[in-house]
């Protein structure tokens, strides 16, 4: 049996996947958001990976995938799709 996914997990995901990087700044599209959580990752890891110090991974690629999870609050649509600004 399959379970269910809370509607609001799934709303946090679309926000997730639809809100900007940033109001005025880098990412600052849709998706952008999204876009900038992978270029931390892949920059996170790869700084990791040539630490001299011996660092967890896992730790290191979740840190970095989850360290703007709440922009997803803190950001809601502007009226006639005019953008993005602060909630």
């Known amino acids: 049996q399959q379970a269910s996914?809370?509607?609001s997990v799934v709303a946090m995901e679309k926000a997730f996947y639809d809100s900007p990087g940033a109001v005025g700044?880098?990412?600052a599209y849709k998706h952008g958001l999204f876009?900038?959580?992978l270029d931390v990752t892949r920059a996170a890891r790869a700084l990791a990976q040539a630490s001299?110090?011996?660092l967890n991974l896992d730790v290191v690629t979740m840190s970095a995938?989850?360290?703007d999870i709440g922009k997803?609050?803190?950001y809601s649509?502007?009226?006639n799709m005019?953008?993005?600004g602060y909630t």
């Open 5 to 7: 996914v809370p509607a």
């Open 25 to 27: 700044h880098h990412h």
């Open 35 to 37: 876009q900038h959580t």
């Open 52 to 54: 001299p110090h011996p």
């Open 65 to 67: 995938l989850l360290h």
């Open 72 to 74: 997803v609050l803190t």
């Open 77 to 79: 649509p502007l009226p």
């Open 82 to 84: 005019a953008g993005y």
